[in-house]
């Protein structure tokens, strides 16, 4: 079963170690780093986080066939500057 992690920096509860631990133990796992958070990372980063959900699924082969890929462009406008 496909597992997505994502992670933020600094982040408030994953750590650098942690985070290698789940890679080296976690069976299927993808490690994203979305970009920048805290504690409440979903009002720091929520469109990122929607973006990495829907990128990670597409190439998972998770998404339906009508779900078209995230393209450079549209994932950028997303980020925060």
């Known amino acids: ?14 750590t650098p170690p942690t ?3 789940c890679r080296d133990h976690i069976a299927a796992l993808d490690v ?6 805290l504690h409440f990372v979903q009002e ?3 469109p990122s ?3 990495a959900i829907a990128a990670w699924r597409h190439r ?9 890929p995230l393209s450079a462009p549209e994932h ?3 980020r925060k500057r």
């Open 1 to 14: 079963m496909p597992k997505l992690l994502l992670t933020f920096d600094p982040g408030a509860i994953m």
């Open 44 to 46: 720091d980063n929520g």
């Open 49 to 51: 986080i929607g973006i």
């Open 32 to 37: 994203e780093h979305v970009g920048p958070g």
């Open 76 to 78: 950028s406008r997303y």
């Open 19 to 21: 985070i290698t631990w």
């Open 60 to 68: 998972r082969g998770l998404a339906g066939p009508e779900t078209p």
